[in-house]
Structures are given as C-alpha cells and as structure tokens.
C-alpha cells in the first residue's frame, strides 16, 4: 500500500466509525427512560389541554359572554352575506390606493421637474414633523 493511499482509507473509516458511533448515540438517546418520560408527560399535557379546552368551550357556550359572542358572530356573518363587508372592504382598499396613487404621481411630478404648486398648496405650507 502507498503512503497516498493509507490516509485515504483511515480518513474513510473515521468516516464510517463516526456513522456508527452517531447512530449508536441517537439509538441509546431515543430508547432511553428520558425520553420516554417526556413523550408520557407530553401525552398527558395535551389531554389535560384537551379538558381543560372542553370545559372552557362549555362555559362559554352557557354564559351570557358565548350568547353575546354567538350573536355578534351571526350579526357579522349577515354582513357578509349581504355583502356589506365586502362594500367597506372594497372601499376602504379603493381610497388607499387613490391616496398612494396621488403621493406616488406627486414623487414623480417633484423627480422629473414638472410640480405644479396650486393656490392651495403656496397658502398652506407643509408642517414640518415635531419628532424629527
């Protein structure tokens, strides 16, 4: 065997040996009681979760709050249905994007030289930001 050679394979079989000594690790870490204790006490969290849950859930539904959540849910979802929500969204989305469109044209008319100052504009200066 040459002396290029031999370097070659032990790095390789340090290779392998670590293989074999991470799987051992992760065998011994999942088989141990450790970990077995914490799945049981995980399983036992959620079901004790889950209860918990179910008993919130019942007395919302029988208190006054889960009548007054159940109404004001049905009043939203007639909303919706009647469509609205929709009418407010639509608006409220159409008036943002005028109001960005404007400031947008604005940036643009001040970078390419063509701001026109309306009589508007020169009585009312900008005010300037306190904070800044």
């Known amino acids: 065997m040459t002396e290029q050679q031999k ?20 065998n011994s870490a999942w088989e141990s009681e450790e970990r077995k204790s914490l799945q049981q006490d995980i399983k036992d969290g959620m079901k004790e979760l889950g209860v918990v849950l179910d008993e919130f859930a019942e007395e919302i539904r029988t208190s006054d709050v889960g009548e007054s959540l159940r109404k004001e849910a049905n009043e939203f979802g007639e909303r919706i249905r009647s469509g609205e929500v929709e009418q407010k969204a639509r608006q409220g989305i159409l008036d943002a994007l005028q109001v960005l469109n404007t400031e947008l044209q604005k940036a643009a008319d001040k970078f390419s030289g063509t701001v026109e100052v309306s009589a508007e504009d020169a009585a009312d200066p900008p005010v300037e930001d306190a904070a800044e």
Do not use: A, W, Y
Not at 8 to 20: A, I, M, Y
């Open 7 to 26: 370097p070659e394979n032990d790095l390789r079989d340090e290779f392998r040996s670590l293989g074999e000594n991470l799987k051992q690790v992760f």
